[in-house]
């Protein structure tokens, strides 16, 4: 209403004015004053009208008009129209900015391909993955550009519940899974995403199923038909039969350590918690390791014991035990009757060195890295004969990448091998409670 009430009102002024005139002067100086006014109010609309226009051909650079009265009114709402529309054209643009730098920061591929399949757009990622660039093929067809014949069935199913998964065309390396998403009228968003790692996890878990699988198999089968013939005949010679359960033992026992082995590397890798800090008596638990190997050695070797520091370790006194005890059990399994096996406790560069040397049959080149893997033996009889579960250098490197410590291998083939755990010297303490140093026996001296 408050727009209306101002025409109306000089309306009504100039009618009263007119019909004043009228009694007053006469018809023809009332048509006169309304032939005035007519001619004022045309000359100043035109005048209006004119700076309007010339104002909306270029609202950002001529100043907006200025008037009073309804043009006033009309001007006053056409400028805060104006301004609420660039705010919200600011905002958009900074949104799509906002948009275009998020997808530019996607680690996934992202293609826009339109009706045609063409591209309209594609994020750095995609070049990576695919090999595309958003400058230089704008407005290709992606299927010239991608032309793996998975990659066209693909396309043209249009299954857009489907996933393709196929090796990156530029880097075999790399192993992605594609998905079309459609939106908008007809466009497409092609998707792709590296699933390297998650393969390879994938894979991992599909050997070390088919892995514990086969070390299981024998050791059931085993027991599984000794069991068998002592059912069907009850009556066997009692040497016999003691034979059979030796065995079974054996298997048993066998399947036991698997077990056991399975279960500390699952608690390994399910230790999301950081390690105590025990403080291990390294000298004291080298002695009780020694012991450990000679006992295992029944005397078939020549084992001896080097204390260089006395130092302290802080970490998980169970977890440190188990860690060089499979170290020092290997030692004795690899090692044939003669040999010599030295553990030694020493500080190097100021980190702590624990090693077990061995005099026994070395190790290739070739085999060293991959011998912390789950179930990866140089000579799988010998590790079985030995008893050996395939999982006890896979245990050492868990341990000690929890405790911020390394395996260090050398060995040579026919000489022997020396396995060293390396700890950071965070983790060394030094003081009156470190243990004391037992001065290494004389060479050629057995030690016991
Ligand atoms: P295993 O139970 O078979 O001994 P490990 O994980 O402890 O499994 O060791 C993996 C493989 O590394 C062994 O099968 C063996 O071939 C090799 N190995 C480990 N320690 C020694 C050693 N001291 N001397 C020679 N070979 C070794």
Not at 118 to 140: H, T, V
Not at 156 to 178: G, I, Q, W
Not at 281 to 298: D, F, H, M, T, Y
Not at 374 to 401: M, N, P, Q
């Amino acid at each position: 209403m408050g727009f209306w009430w101002r025409p109306l009102s000089v309306l009504a002024s100039v009618l009263l004015v007119a019909l004043a005139l009228w009694a007053g002067s006469g018809w023809v100086a009332a048509l006169g004053f309304l032939a005035g006014i007519q001619a004022f109010v045309m000359t100043r609309r035109l005048w209006q009208e004119f700076r309007l226009a010339r104002w909306l051909e270029n609202p950002d650079e001529v100043e907006p008009p200025d008037a009073t009265g309804t043009w006033g009114d009309i001007f006053y709402r056409l400028q805060k129209l104006q301004k609420r529309q660039k705010a919200s054209r600011g905002q958009l643009t900074s949104a799509l900015e906002q948009f275009e730098h998020a997808a530019m920061a996607v680690p996934d591929g992202m293609v826009i391909l339109n009706a045609s399949e063409q591209i309209e757009w594609c994020n750095p990622a995609s070049r990576k993955f695919m090999g595309l660039d958003c400058e230089r093929d704008r407005g290709q067809f992606v299927r010239y550009l991608l032309r793996q014949a998975h990659f066209l069935d693909f396309l043209d199913a249009a299954d857009y519940s489907r996933r393709l998964v196929c090796k990156s065309p530029v880097n075999r390396e790399l192993t992605l899974s594609l998905q079309l998403v459609p939106f908008g009228e007809s466009q497409k968003l092609l998707v792709a995403r590296d699933i390297t790692d998650l393969e390879r996890v994938d894979a991992m878990r599909r050997d070390f199923i088919a892995n514990v699988s086969h070390e299981l198999r024998t050791p059931l089968t085993v027991v599984g038909g000794f069991v068998e013939t002592l059912a069907e005949a009850p009556d066997l010679p009692p040497s016999e039969s003691r034979r059979y359960f030796d065995l079974m033992l054996d298997h048993t026992r066998r399947m036991q350590r698997l077990l056991d082995d399975l279960l500390t590397l699952s608690r390994l890798e399910s230790a999301d918690h950081a390690v105590k800090d025990e403080g291990v008596n390294v000298p004291e638990l080298a002695q009780a390791l020694k012991a450990e190997a000679e006992s295992l050695s029944r005397g078939r070797h020549r084992i001896g014991l080097q204390l260089d520091s006395g130092a302290l370790l802080k970490g998980n006194l169970q977890e440190i035990r188990s860690a060089l005890g499979n170290l020092v059990s290997n030692a004795v399994r690899y090692t044939p009757e003669g040999g010599e096996i030295t553990l030694a406790w020493r500080e190097r560069a100021g980190e702590g060195v624990f090693s077990v040397t061995d005099t026994g049959e070395g190790i290739a080149a070739e085999h060293i890295p991959r011998l912390t893997e789950r179930f990866y033996r140089v000579d799988r009889s010998r590790s079985r004969e030995t008893g050996g579960t395939g999982l006890g250098l896979a245990i050492v490197k868990h341990v000690l990448t929890r405790h911020g410590a390394r395996l260090e291998i050398l060995s040579t083939p026919g000489k022997g091998s020396t396995f060293s755990a390396v700890f950071p010297a965070s983790r060394l303490q030094h003081g009156p409670e470190s243990g004391t140093v037992i001065p290494f026996p004389e060479r050629g001296q057995a030690a016991g």
